[in-house]
């Protein structure tokens, strides 16, 4: 059994691995610590904000985490497969309360830009954060699920695609309408 110092310099992919062979307690306990409050984070803007639900999917995914660890391939990143249960999650909540969905995201649309935001851009959406807050609830929630992968959750646009089940075409079309759409609601808001 490794202490907590060696725990901490291991790769998450590795600590996984070790909770999956059964060594449970403090390979999870580190885990938790370096992905919790990301996951959390995650989850609430999925929830538009509701704290109560955003726990609790968070502490369901990491429950069920562990009673899927067997299932655990490090094909990809750890935090692609727990962001992966949690989404699932989500998801089933959202069916089984029958919410209905958000105008669907319509593919061809022919506003889509050729580039991502400009650094000018980017610079003004920092500057106004409840504006951008409240821009960001706006969207519909496969747009705003990819938004908050990549930036608040760093994820690359190959592991957001393989989190949200979709090809990376997809998810990169998904960002520019999603920057369409925040550009045009913090104009208006301007």
């Excluded at 996984?16 to 062979?21: C, E, F, P, Y």
């Excluded at 089940?165 to 913090?186: D, H, I, N, Q």
């Amino acid at each position: 059994m490794k202490n907590a110092a060696e725990l901490a310099n291991l790769p998450d992919e590795d600590l996984m691995l070790l909770v999956a062979s059964g060594i449970i307690e403090a390979p999870a306990t580190e885990l938790f610590r370096r992905h919790n409050r990301a996951l959390y984070n995650f989850i609430a803007w999925q929830c538009q904000g509701n704290a109560a639900e955003a726990e609790d999917i968070a502490q369901r995914s990491w429950e069920k985490l562990m009673t899927r660890c067997a299932d655990y391939k490090p094909q990809a990143a750890f935090r692609t497969f727990l962001f992966q249960i949690a989404r699932n999650l989500w998801l089933d909540l959202r069916r089984s309360s029958a919410e209905s969905l958000r105008e669907e995201l319509d593919e061809t649309h022919p506003e889509t830009p050729d580039h991502d935001l400009t650094q000018e851009a980017e610079l003004a959406l920092r500057q106004n954060l409840a504006q951008v807050h409240k821009a960001l609830l706006a969207l519909p929630a496969n747009q705003r699920e990819v938004v908050v992968l990549r930036f608040f959750s760093e994820m690359s646009l190959e592991e957001i695609a393989h989190t949200v089940g979709e090809g990376f075409e997809t998810v990169k079309s998904r960002l520019r309408y999603a920057f369409t759409r925040l550009r045009r609601e913090l104009e208006e808001a301007a």
